[in-house]
């Protein structure tokens, strides 16, 4: 056995590179798996400077300098924030509380549609069913009812830690955009001289890591303003709202959409009933996401390394897992690192022979 195991990491342990990038991504897994929630906003910082370093390389190439250009983006990122909270978050505030108000009569309304299922549907529905039904409509409000009272209880120190990320993020992200080279340089000082393996890998990486964020958060901007004036030019409730949810569905490829159409139907049951307008909205919801799937995605994410659909939400299950909601959204690009990684290994087995 052990002999086994040696003639396995010789054949592809034999180069020092590979083991030292072995021991980096292992080092990484571990890092995020233990301190991942602790490093939430400095993740969240590095994310948002890289997707605003494109503007800043372009501002740099119509001229301007290194320090213009991160002050005049910089400038940008807080002004679309402060826009962001002050006019749409507000709007979202209300329109969750007057959900949760409105949301007993909501059940008391499905739960009366519910008993007039037997009557209306006999080949499908008994008395039986219904009654069940009902129950575990009810124990479900409650659990509902009990999450929102327990969660309003325990805010308090949720508000106090997005207070403080809301001082440090924005810091973090200047600092990024502007010492950029700084930092890439301390940190290229620690990896060997000669690291053929991995600058091919994080060439690849890069541009599939690139792509995907700047893509993805167009897509998510894309789909969601799109939901919303459908949403509003048809008169549903809660427009703002369930125009968020599906935008930010599209993170989770799939899995996502399909979750987040279950909340769009129900509103739209429980403020038209089943009829033309609800059927409508429905068909408008269809068009939105088939234009997502089959003319954005592709727009946006063309030169992305196609996977297939099973490695995507297996990628999705199991980052997500891992690292919650960073899990989800980096789960297609770590799966793109991790291919990258597996087509280049070979290159370094050639060489150790």
């Known amino acids: 056995m052990l002999k086994v195991f040696r003639s396995w990491f010789d054949k592809y342990f034999s180069d020092e590179e590979a083991v030292i990038l072995f021991i ?24 948002i400077a890289y997707i605003l370093q494109g503007l800043v390389i372009k501002l740099q190439r ?17 002004g679309v924030t402060l826009a962001s909270v002050l006019l749409i978050l507000p709007l979202m505030v209300r ?10 009569s909501m059940m008391t309304n499905l739960q009366t549609l519910i008993k007039l299922l037997p009557e209306q549907y006999p080949q499908f529905f008994t ?9 575990q409509l009810t124990t479900e409000v409650t659990k509902i009812t009990q999450w929102v009272f327990s969660f309003s209880l325990s805010s308090i120190p949720t508000l106090l830690a997005i207070m403080i990320y809301a001082v440090l993020v924005p810091i973090m992200v200047f600092f990024f955009l ?5 930092i890439l340089n301390s ?16 060439a690849e990486a890069n541009i599939q890591f690139a792509n995907y964020i700047r893509g993805k958060v167009l897509e998510i901007l894309i789909v969601g303003v ?16 369930l125009a968020v949810l599906v935008g930010l569905s599209v993170v989770i490829p799939y899995i996502g959409a399909a979750i987040v159409t279950i909340p769009v139907a129900l509103i739209a049951l429980f403020q038209w009933g089943w009829g033309p307008d609800f059927i409508w909205l429905m068909v408008a919801y269809g068009v939105i996401q088939a234009l ?27 980052f997500g897992g891992l690292w919650g909601i960073w899990g989800v959204f980096f789960a297609i690009p770590l799966a793109t690192l991790l291919k990258a990684i597996f087509s280049a290994w070979p290159t370094v087995k050639a060489a150790g022979g």
């Open 24 to 47: 980096l991504l292992v080092a990484g897994v571990l890092v995020m798996a233990f301190f991942g929630a602790m490093l939430a906003p400095v993740i969240g910082s590095i994310v």
């Open 62 to 78: 119509l001229g301007m300098g290194h320090i213009y250009a991160v002050l005049s983006v910089f400038a940008l990122f807080v």
């Open 127 to 135: 008395e039986e069913s219904v009654v069940g039904l009902s129950r």
């Open 292 to 318: 997502d799937g089959n003319v954005l995605v592709p727009l946006l994410f063309s030169e992305v390394v196609n996977l297939h659909p099973v490695v995507i939400i297996v990628s999705v299950l199991v």
């Open 187 to 202: 940190l290229s000082s620690l990896l060997p001289t000669e690291r053929r393996l991995m600058t091919n890998i994080w």
């Open 95 to 104: 329109q969750v509380t007057s959900l949760f108000q409105e949301l007993p």
């Open 226 to 241: 799109a939901t919303y004036v459908a949403f509003v030019l048809m008169g549903l409730n809660y427009s703002l709202l």
């Open 178 to 182: 502007k010492d950029r080279g700084v």
